[in-house]
């Protein structure tokens, strides 16, 4: 990702939730490559934030990246 923040301007029902798990899985490898190895420390000092009205909007995004990385287990690593 080149931007700071990402807007996403989109009406119900369009994917929002899935696509935002979906983009961070790049960005999450590449923090897991830099990391030192062998260490559970901070990747790099790099935070993504999903935000949402409500904690249960917030949550669906993370529990798509979640189980996306879960599901390719060390490949990530």
């Known amino acids: 990702m080149c931007a700071r923040f ?3 301007d989109a ?7 899935n696509w ?4 961070l899985l790049p960005e999450a490898a590449r923090a897991s490559q830099d990391a030192n190895p062998g260490s559970r420390t901070k990747a790099s000092g790099l935070e993504f934030w999903s935000v949402g009205p409500t904690y249960s909007d917030s949550e669906k995004p993370f529990r798509v990246f979640y189980n996306k990385c879960k599901a390719l287990g060390d490949t990530l690593r």
């Open 6 to 8: 990402i807007v996403v």
């Open 11 to 17: 009406g119900r029902r369009s994917g929002k939730s």
């Open 20 to 23: 935002v798990g979906h983009e």
